[in-house]
């Protein structure tokens, strides 16, 4: 199999500024394709336990949006070569202001932003405005929507989809199969990139999801390991990640 693109997920400042930046380095050298910084929020309702509380544990030390917008720049001189893509909620953009937001974001290199509670047909404008800057603005897709409102979705010929593989929460474990792949080929008439996730976390996740997709996003299985690992210091972060990055990549490798 050739290789497998990777859509990496990182909570900015987890488990501090500099394990984070180790972790990318280690998800830079396992050889992902994308990396989706997620600034934290309080109450991130779609995700899990692993990230809920790699969001609160930042949280409480102070971290604020311009930390994650600087997590951001320094990923994009580092990493030229590797997109970031932001994922947050609709309250951190909507304080500032959607279209500050997205000026603040095409200021600081981001290629993309996924806001899940901003969906599609509700937006407060978010589409229009990462249009003005050359940003994508990415819709989430998931298998509890209707055809119709799939359909209605897929007629905006977005640049990426994210394609939330099942409905729930990210970080349980997610089976990928036949009507997960039905799901996925009902986003084709979008003729987007779809991104496919919540749930992977292993070579063979990813290899069985790799031919329905443009790449694969793992999140939670990475806040595990930076959490397990953080006490250890920053380069056992980084090649414990790296480990996990080669191996959603290069599935028939391990």
């Given at each position: 199999?050739?290789?497998?693109?990777?859509?990496?997920?990182?909570?900015?400042?987890?488990?501090?500024?500099?394990?984070?930046?180790?972790?990318?380095?280690?998800?830079?050298a396992g050889?992902?394709?994308?990396?989706?910084?997620?600034?934290?929020?309080?109450?991130?309702?779609?995700?899990?336990?692993?990230?809920?509380?790699?969001?609160?544990?930042?949280?409480?030390?102070?971290?604020?949006?311009?930390?994650?917008?600087?997590?951001?720049?320094?990923?994009?001189?580092?990493?030229?070569?590797?997109?970031?893509?932001?994922?947050?909620?609709?309250?951190?953009?909507?304080?500032?202001?959607?279209?500050?937001?997205?000026?603040r974001s095409?200021?600081?290199?981001?290629?993309?932003?996924?806001?899940?509670?901003?969906?599609?047909?509700?937006?407060?404008?978010?589409?229009?405005?990462?249009?003005?800057?050359?940003?994508?603005?990415?819709?989430?897709?998931?298998?509890?929507?209707?055809?119709?409102?799939?359909?209605?979705?897929?007629?905006?010929?977005?640049?990426?989809?994210?394609?939330?593989?099942?409905?729930?929460?990210?970080?349980?474990?997610?089976?990928?199969?036949?009507?997960?792949?039905?799901?996925?080929?009902?986003?084709?008439?979008?003729?987007?990139?779809?991104?496919?996730?919540?749930?992977?976390?292993?070579?063979?996740?990813?290899?069985?999801?790799?031919?329905?997709?443009?790449?694969?996003?793992?999140?939670?299985?990475?806040?595990?390991?930076?959490?397990?690992?953080?006490?250890?210091?920053?380069?056992?972060?980084?090649?414990?990640?790296?480990?996990?990055?080669?191996?959603?990549?290069?599935?028939?490798?391990?």
């Amino acid at each position: 199999m050739t290789k497998v693109p990777v859509m990496a997920h990182l909570v900015a400042g987890y488990t501090s500024p500099e394990i984070s930046l180790e972790a990318a380095r280690g998800l830079a050298a396992g050889g992902v394709s994308y990396f989706e910084v997620q600034f934290p929020f309080s109450d991130p309702s779609a995700d899990g336990k692993a990230i809920q509380t790699a969001c609160a544990a930042v949280l409480s030390g102070g971290w604020r949006v311009d930390d994650g917008f600087a997590f951001v720049e320094t990923l994009r001189s580092e990493f030229p070569g590797i997109p970031v893509f932001v994922m947050t909620y609709a309250n951190l953009a909507y304080k500032i202001g959607i279209s500050a937001f997205v000026e603040r974001s095409f200021r600081s290199g981001v290629s993309g932003l996924i806001i899940p509670d901003l969906p599609f047909d509700a937006d407060e404008g978010l589409a229009a405005a990462c249009d003005a800057k050359g940003i994508a603005c990415v819709p989430v897709a998931a298998p509890s929507m209707t055809e119709s409102r799939i359909a209605s979705l897929a007629a905006l010929r977005r640049p990426y989809v994210y394609a939330a593989l099942r409905s729930g929460i990210t970080g349980s474990s997610t089976s990928i199969d036949d009507g997960t792949l039905a799901f996925l080929s009902s986003l084709k008439a979008s003729e987007s990139r779809i991104l496919g996730g919540f749930g992977i976390r292993s070579g063979d996740q990813s290899g069985a999801l790799a031919p329905a997709v443009h790449a694969v996003v793992a999140g939670s299985v990475f806040v595990d390991i930076i959490r397990e690992k953080s006490g250890e210091g920053g380069e056992a972060v980084r090649l414990a990640v790296q480990a996990k990055a080669a191996e959603l990549s290069n599935p028939v490798q391990r």
